[in-house]
């Protein structure tokens, strides 16, 4: 049954640290979103690539987030420094690309916390 | 995207049939509705789509108004597990685009 794998599930971190979160779509799959959750905001999409390239990162804090896709198993969402209000769970999700709907697979998130 | 509106929660009793509503009326005429659901502690879940016609598959049933503005998604049998927060997201064709989540429906299934 394939999946999408979130590494670490959870993270406590100080302020100020680099913390780092790592995906691995379902093989095959050519599109990789990142969605941030809190209880304020919700579900937001903060960027997505398709083929291993940016396609919209919008919603992304650019001073400290970054996200990239070093090879089409791995995709990696790193933040530098970390600040308390990045505390949320952290998803990512994949998809296969083809076709004309939008089924995307979500993996079960990395819990951040940082203190 | 278009927005679309859901009421924040509803409950109903466990086997009976839920259905929950959603309203989107500036949907336009290539725009999907899509739904989707999220567990308590888990990532969302696909559950179905439609563009015009009604669709089902083995999870729920989408209906949606012949004008479009508004869907309602059934689940026939629900059970314990389907308590979740289920969105209603309106989003263009093309593989993989945008997904805008808004603050869904709570669904409390009771024993």
């Known amino acids: 049954d394939a999946r999408v794998t979130q590494t670490p599930r959870h993270k406590v971190t100080e302020m100020g640290q680099e913390v780092t979160m790592r995906c691995q779509p379902i093989?095959?799959?050519?599109?990789v979103f990142w969605y941030r959750q809190t209880m304020m905001q919700g579900l937001e999409l903060l960027a997505y690539?398709?083929?291993?390239?940016?396609?919209?990162d919008s919603g992304m804090p650019k001073d400290r987030f970054s996200a990239e896709m070093p090879d089409a198993t791995l995709a990696t969402l790193k933040i530098q420094p970390s600040e308390p209000r990045d505390s949320a769970v952290y998803f990512c999700?994949?998809?296969?690309?083809?076709?004309?709907?939008?089924?995307?697979?979500f993996g079960p998130g990395t819990r951040l916390t940082v203190l | 995207d278009a927005k679309t509106t859901q009421p924040p929660s509803m409950d109903c009793a466990e086997g009976r049939a839920a259905n929950l509503p959603c309203n989107h009326s500036?949907?336009?005429?290539?725009?999907?509705v899509y739904w989707y659901r999220q567990i308590h502690s888990q990532g969302p879940q696909y559950i179905i789509h439609g563009l015009k016609n009604n669709e089902t598959n083995e999870m729920a049933s989408l209906i949606i108004t012949e004008d479009r503005k508004s869907s309602t998604l059934i689940l026939p049998h629900a059970t314990l597990r389907d308590t979740a927060v289920y969105y209603c997201i309106v989003s263009f064709t093309g593989a993989n685009s945008k997904l805008t989540f808004g603050k869904g429906i709570t669904l409390s299934v009771r024993p």
């Open positions: 093989l095959g799959h050519n599109t």
């Open positions: 690539f398709r083929n291993r390239a940016p396609l919209d």
């Open positions: 500036t949907i336009s005429g290539n725009e999907y």
């Open positions: 999700a994949s998809g296969p690309g083809q076709g004309t709907y939008n089924e995307q697979f």
